[in-house]
């Protein structure tokens, strides 16, 4: 998920007083916890750089860890099926990953309450990219998604929100590995079957993460397979379209460039159909046993408090959180 563009992320001669000076006060309010070692709620320890990456962790991390050699894995499948420009000179995507998800809980209700329950989260502002997770079973999975949005985002720059969506879950599985969008292939399967029908239009006019169905993720997915891996010209005009972000209108939409092409709503409908991709409507469909984090929401532990003190308010003004 990319958050919103307006917050501020914890960065450089900050991060000491929001990671140190912040989290003391919330133990000494009630309000958080920082565990029983001395840790702090935002890791700032322990960082490992790899690639366009730098992660923080309270645990450290070696430098072959699964967390890193995901985001290995990611920048390759990057450069192998986007032809991805790579940074020069950028400031490292910075990846805060946090104890649990009881920690990762109490960061969400301190700093970003207006923020649904989620396991992780990508904020931007300028330059500054950073994202948000923490240790779960799908950490790996989590990070690719965060991370592509803040590679594209550096690379691009503000994309309509569909195809940020739609890139970020194609490359949130590694592609190396045989039959990892078999899920997602057996819930568009059922999407057809229940007479869902694609309509770049409609995706095109969503505009807030909030109005994304799950439903949507899966036609912004099917979409950014269809260009990548279809006939041509799908790769190139996806190509020249993300060349030209950052440059031209932000109206524009890729509808325009698509539909005379012969990229319609009727062709990604035989796409998913065709048996080389596995979506056939004859073939059983078996009840995903994975979901997207959009998909459903995770809910909040309870908490001893779910409001921020006044003085709690101020000092985060004051740190432009």
């Known amino acids: 998920m990319r958050g919103g563009r307006n917050h501020r992320p914890i960065r450089r001669y900050r991060r000491w007083i929001a990671t140190w000076a912040l989290p003391m006060l919330l133990a000494w309010m009630g309000c958080a916890t920082l565990g029983d070692r001395g840790r702090t709620l935002v890791p700032t320890r322990n960082p490992v750089r790899t690639g366009s990456f730098l992660l923080f962790s309270n645990v450290p991390m070696a430098e072959d860890a699964p967390a890193v050699r995901c ?12 032809a ?8 490292p995507v910075e990846i805060y990953v946090l104890d649990d998800r009881d920690a990762f809980t109490h960061f969400l209700r ?3 309450p ?3 329950p989620r ?13 948000y997770t923490y240790a779960s079973p799908r950490l790996e999975e989590d990070l690719r998604h965060e991370a592509t949005h803040a590679l594209l985002r550096g690379a691009y720059g503000d994309l309509p929100l569909w195809l940020d969506e739609g890139l970020a879950e194609y490359f949130e599985s590694d592609l190396a590995q045989p039959g990892v969008e078999r899920a997602r292939i057996d819930e568009l399967t059922a999407d057809l079957r229940a007479k869902w029908s694609p309509n770049l239009e409609r ?9 994304m169905t799950p439903r949507d993720y899966r036609e912004a997915w099917a979409w950014v397979d269809l260009l990548l891996n279809g006939p041509e010209p799908g790769r190139s005009l996806l190509m020249g379209y993300l060349g030209e972000a950052g440059r031209t209108s932000k109206d524009l939409r890729l509808s325009s460039r698509l539909t005379p092409a012969g990229l319609t709503n009727e062709r990604l409908i035989a796409y ?13 469909v078996r009840e995903p046993d994975r979901f997207r984090l959009q998909d459903r929401p995770i809910e909040p532990a309870p908490l001893s ?7 709690l308010r101020r000092v985060r003004a004051w740190l432009g959180l």
Not at 119 to 131: M, N
Not at 203 to 211: A, M, T, W
Not at 305 to 311: A, N, W
């Open 119 to 131: 396991r992780a989260f990508f904020l931007a502002q300028g330059p500054d990219r950073v994202v």
């Open 110 to 112: 301190f700093y970003y």
């Open 84 to 91: 991805f420009p790579p940074p020069v000179g950028d400031d």
């Open 305 to 311: 408090s779910t409001r921020p003190h006044g003085l």
């Open 203 to 211: 995706l095109e006019s969503r505009v807030d993460i909030r109005q």
């Open 272 to 284: 998913l159909k065709d048996p080389r991709i596995g979506a056939v409507a004859g073939q059983p």
């Open 114 to 116: 207006e923020l649904p």
């Open 71 to 82: 985001l290995q894995a990611l920048e390759r499948d990057l450069t192998q099926h986007l």
